[in-house]
């Protein structure tokens, strides 16, 4: 499905492609929601940074979780357990 954004000027730009990703594409743009080349190779670009920017964000949490003490990680484990009952007790309601 593809994103939805403000319009804006576009930049031209000219990329080369195996034939075999070019004939996938044309695939693609024989479906009714399909619109261009164009759109269709932005709206991948844009969900494979996407993915970039949440797989750092993955990255650093694990890291940080890494470098927790282990007085930290009880700290944290506490914290969640609390979390968890007071979740629970929302959605009983």
Known sequence: MPT???RSPKIK???TLSHDLVRQ???LLETP???SRS???EEALRRWLDDQVKEELERQTEEYYHSLSEAERKEDRIWSKIAGRSAKRLWDK
């Open 4 to 6: 939805i954004t403000a």
């Open 13 to 15: 730009v000219t990329v």
């Open 33 to 35: 929601e399909a619109g």
């Open 39 to 41: 759109q269709l190779v």
């Open 25 to 27: 594409l044309d695939e």
